[in-house]
């Protein structure tokens, strides 16, 4: 198990900001995941194979997104900048620049 998650002496981290840091590589790892079962999909053959992929893929929407909102719950100026551009339509660029704005 590595530690790589920390830029800062662990020692000198908060609990709360050590678990921050866990949560963030978990994220990460959930997000890996998905796109791994992605590519296993996509050069897959076997149907029976493919759709057992597709449903652990759906397990890892559902660790990916626990994971984040447990982040957003603890640091609200993320909640808030996301909250201009995810579960919208339109450009996202757009969503993003003016979420910044309101942000600020
Ligand atoms: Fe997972």
């Given at each position: 198990m590595g530690f790589d998650q920390y830029h800062e002496p662990p020692g000198e981290l908060s609990q709360d900001i050590r678990t921050f840091a866990r949560m963030i590589t978990s994220l990460i790892e959930e997000a890996e995941a998905i796109s791994w079962y992605e590519q296993r999909m996509s050069v897959e053959k076997d149907k029976a194979a493919k759709a057992i992929m597709a449903n652990a893929q759906k397990e890892e929407f559902k660790h990916f997104g626990m994971n984040l909102e447990f982040l957003l719950r603890k640091k609200k100026a993320w909640r808030a900048e996301l909250e201009g551009i995810?579960?919208?339509?339109?450009d996202i660029v757009a969503l993003a620049g003016k979420a910044e704005k309101k942000v600020d």
């Amino acid at each position: 198990m590595g530690f790589d998650q920390y830029h800062e002496p662990p020692g000198e981290l908060s609990q709360d900001i050590r678990t921050f840091a866990r949560m963030i590589t978990s994220l990460i790892e959930e997000a890996e995941a998905i796109s791994w079962y992605e590519q296993r999909m996509s050069v897959e053959k076997d149907k029976a194979a493919k759709a057992i992929m597709a449903n652990a893929q759906k397990e890892e929407f559902k660790h990916f997104g626990m994971n984040l909102e447990f982040l957003l719950r603890k640091k609200k100026a993320w909640r808030a900048e996301l909250e201009g551009i995810l579960f919208k339509d339109g450009d996202i660029v757009a969503l993003a620049g003016k979420a910044e704005k309101k942000v600020d």
